[in-house]
Protein backbone atom coordinates (compact mmCIF):
# COMPACT_ATOMS: atom_id res chain seq x y z
CA UNK A 1 0.00 0.00 0.00
CA UNK A 2 1.05 3.57 -0.57
CA UNK A 3 2.62 5.50 2.60
CA UNK A 4 4.53 9.06 2.70
CA UNK A 5 6.95 9.15 5.09
CA UNK A 6 8.80 12.23 6.33
CA UNK A 7 12.08 12.08 7.93
CA UNK A 8 14.48 15.28 8.57
CA UNK A 9 12.72 17.12 11.53
CA UNK A 10 14.53 17.89 14.48
CA UNK A 11 15.90 20.65 17.00
CA UNK A 12 17.57 23.85 15.76
CA UNK A 13 18.34 27.09 16.66
CA UNK A 14 16.59 30.07 15.56
CA UNK A 15 18.19 31.43 12.54
CA UNK A 16 19.31 27.73 11.74
CA UNK A 17 18.10 25.37 8.65
CA UNK A 18 16.49 22.08 8.18
CA UNK A 19 15.53 20.04 5.65
CA UNK A 20 12.78 17.82 5.57
CA UNK A 21 12.50 14.47 3.04
CA UNK A 22 9.06 12.79 2.60
CA UNK A 23 9.03 9.85 0.23
CA UNK A 24 6.23 7.69 -1.36
CA UNK A 25 6.57 4.19 -0.99
CA UNK A 26 4.38 1.34 -2.69
CA UNK A 27 3.18 0.66 -6.25
CA UNK A 28 2.16 4.08 -7.64
CA UNK A 29 1.02 5.25 -11.16
CA UNK A 30 1.39 8.90 -10.88
CA UNK A 31 2.01 11.21 -8.09
CA UNK A 32 0.59 15.14 -8.55
CA UNK A 33 0.58 17.89 -6.30
CA UNK A 34 2.74 17.12 -3.26
CA UNK A 35 3.08 19.27 0.25
CA UNK A 36 4.20 19.94 3.40
CA UNK A 37 1.73 21.26 6.37
CA UNK A 38 2.43 21.87 10.09
CA UNK A 39 0.55 22.51 12.99
CA UNK A 40 1.70 24.09 16.27
CA UNK A 41 0.61 23.18 19.61
CA UNK A 42 -2.89 24.47 19.72
CA UNK A 43 -3.11 25.96 16.73
CA UNK A 44 -5.62 24.37 13.51
CA UNK A 45 -3.16 22.58 10.90
CA UNK A 46 -2.29 24.66 8.11
CA UNK A 47 -0.57 24.73 4.27
CA UNK A 48 3.26 25.90 4.40
CA UNK A 49 4.14 25.07 0.61
CA UNK A 50 3.21 22.75 -2.18
CA UNK A 51 4.06 22.40 -5.64
CA UNK A 52 2.14 20.58 -8.76
CA UNK A 53 3.21 17.49 -10.55
CA UNK A 54 5.06 19.80 -13.34
CA UNK A 55 6.91 21.67 -10.52
CA UNK A 56 5.30 25.09 -9.61
CA UNK A 57 5.30 26.05 -5.90
CA UNK A 58 3.34 28.08 -3.53
CA UNK A 59 4.07 29.05 0.13
CA UNK A 60 2.11 30.30 2.69
CA UNK A 61 2.69 34.08 3.33
CA UNK A 62 4.50 32.89 6.58
CA UNK A 63 7.13 31.23 5.17
CA UNK A 64 7.58 33.02 1.58
CA UNK A 65 11.44 33.66 1.17
CA UNK A 66 12.56 31.13 4.19
CA UNK A 67 11.21 28.02 2.82
CA UNK A 68 11.77 26.13 -0.44
CA UNK A 69 9.94 23.34 -1.85
CA UNK A 70 10.91 21.03 -4.55
CA UNK A 71 10.32 17.46 -5.56
CA UNK A 72 12.22 14.59 -7.35
CA UNK A 73 9.94 12.42 -9.43
CA UNK A 74 12.28 9.55 -9.94
CA UNK A 75 12.47 9.36 -6.15
CA UNK A 76 8.81 10.06 -5.58
CA UNK A 77 10.41 12.57 -2.78
CA UNK A 78 9.41 15.89 -2.00
CA UNK A 79 11.44 18.35 0.46
CA UNK A 80 11.47 21.49 2.01
CA UNK A 81 14.68 23.33 3.13
CA UNK A 82 13.75 25.46 5.81
CA UNK A 83 16.16 28.45 6.81
CA UNK A 84 15.92 31.12 9.03
CA UNK A 85 13.69 29.08 10.98
CA UNK A 86 12.13 30.96 14.25
CA UNK A 87 9.99 29.45 17.31
CA UNK A 88 6.87 30.22 15.38
CA UNK A 89 8.11 27.59 13.17
CA UNK A 90 7.69 25.11 16.01
CA UNK A 91 5.05 22.38 14.55
CA UNK A 92 4.81 18.97 13.82
CA UNK A 93 4.91 19.26 9.59
CA UNK A 94 2.99 16.67 7.58
CA UNK A 95 3.64 15.64 4.09
CA UNK A 96 0.40 15.34 1.81
CA UNK A 97 0.24 14.37 -1.71
CA UNK A 98 -2.13 12.87 -4.55
CA UNK A 99 -1.51 9.71 -5.34
CA UNK A 100 -2.97 7.49 -8.38
CA UNK A 101 -1.85 3.50 -7.79
CA UNK A 102 -2.20 1.55 -10.92
CA UNK A 103 -5.63 0.39 -10.15
CA UNK A 104 -7.39 3.71 -9.17
CA UNK A 105 -9.08 5.58 -11.59
CA UNK A 106 -8.32 8.69 -9.56
CA UNK A 107 -6.12 10.37 -7.47
CA UNK A 108 -6.24 9.28 -3.84
CA UNK A 109 -4.80 12.00 -0.67
CA UNK A 110 -2.56 10.80 1.47
CA UNK A 111 -0.76 11.99 4.56
CA UNK A 112 2.17 11.50 6.40
CA UNK A 113 2.37 10.45 10.41
CA UNK A 114 4.61 14.20 10.63
CA UNK A 115 7.99 14.89 11.98
CA UNK A 116 8.23 17.18 14.91
CA UNK A 117 10.55 20.41 14.42
CA UNK A 118 11.35 22.85 17.12
CA UNK A 119 13.19 25.90 17.09
CA UNK A 120 14.69 26.63 20.17
CA UNK A 121 15.11 30.50 20.70
Known amino acids: QVQLVESGGGLVQAGGSLRLSCAAS????????MGWYRQAPGKQRELVADITGDGIPRYSHSVLGRFTISRDNAKKTVYLQMSSLNAEDTAVYYC???????????????WGKGTTVTVSS
Open 26 to 33: GVTFSIGA
Open 96 to 110: NADIRGPLSPRPINY
